[in-house]
C-alpha cells in the first residue's frame, strides 16, 4: 500500500484514465480526418494496397517506438537506435550467409543488439550520464563498426527465402505488421499487468519516491534500454530482409521519427506518462502522414518541415500538460 502512494501521483497512465481516454480519442479522431482528407484529395489513398503498405511501412517504426516509449517512460532517451538497425541487419545478413535459418539470424540481431542496449544503460547509470550524450556516442560508434565490418557496401547474396520476413504475406497480412501486432500485445500487458512495467512508471514518475519505495532504479533503466535496444534489431532484421541484404547505410534519422512517434502519442520526455498502444498511433499518424503527402505531390523536404513543426507542437503539448499536473 505504500508503495503505490507514494508514486500514485504520477502514475497516472497504467491504469485506464479518463484522461487516458480522451488523449487516445483524440488521436483516433486526428487518425481518422486525416484518413478522410488524404482519401478526398488522391483516391488511390484509400485502396487496400495502399493501406496494407501503410501498415507494413510504420511496423518498422512502431516495434521500434515500443521500445522507446519504455526507456521515455524512464526519463531516459536513446538516440543510437538506428545504428543499431543498421548494424543488427547487417548481423542478420552475415548469419544467413553463414548457412543459419531466418529465426536463428534474427535472435541473433535481437542479442546483439541488447548487448549494445546493456552497454548503454551500464555506462549510463555507472557514471551518472545522461542517456542521451552515452547513446550518441554509441550511434557513432555502432555505425562505424557497421562500416568496417561491410567495408561500407551491402551485404548480399541472401537465399530466395531471406526476404519472407520483411516482404512476405500470411493470410493477407504483411508478416511485419503480424510482428508489429505481437509486439505491439506483449508490450502492452508487459508495462500495464507486471512489477517490472509499474517500476518503469514509477522511477521515471518520481525517482526518489521510487527508491524510498525499494525500486532498484538503476536495474529498471538499464533494463529498459536493453529492451530498447532489442526492438531496434527486430526491427533491423525485419529491414534486411524487406531489402534482401544487410545495409550499413539504413536507419539515419530513424531514431527522430520513433521519438516523433511516442512523443504525438503522449509519452512525456519528461517520463512517468504515457502507453504504448498511444505511441502506436502515433507511429500510423506520421505513416498516414507520410504516405498522404507523396501521393498528392508534396515535396519530401516540406515533410520534413511539417514532420518537425508536428515534433515541437507535440513537446511544446508535452510541456503544457506537465505544468498543468504540477500546478
Known sequence: MQKTTAISGRFED????????????VLIMILIAMIILFGALNKNFLSMNNMLNILRQISIYGIMAAGMTVVLLCG????????VV??????TAYCVQ????MFTA???????????????GLITVRFALPSMLVTLGTQQAVRGLGYVITNGRPVYGMPEWFGDLGGGYFLGIPRPVIILVAVAIVSIVYLKYTRF??????????????????????????SALVICAGCAGLSGAIWAARLTSGQPTVGMGYEMQVIAAAVIGGTSLNGGQGNIARSFLGALILGVLYNGLNLVGVSPYWQLVATGLIIILAIVLDSIRSLGGRS
Open 76 to 83: 531516459h532517451i536513446d538516440i543510437s537506435v538506428g545504428s
Open 106 to 120: 534474427t535472435v541473433a540481431a535481437i542479442l546483439v543488439a541488447m548487448g549494445i542496449g546493456l552497454f548503454n
Open 86 to 91: 543498421a548494424f543488427s541487419g547487417v548481423v
Open 197 to 222: 512495467g509499474r517500476d518503469i512508471y514509477a522511477v521515471g514518475g518520481n525517482k526518489e519516491a521510487a527508491r524510498l519505495c525499494g525500486i532498484h532504479s538503476k536495474r529498471v533503466i538499464v
Open 14 to 25: 497504467s491504469p485506464i484514465t479518463i484522461r487516458g481516454v480522451v488523449d487516445e480519442l
Open 98 to 101: 553463414a548457412g543459419t535459418g
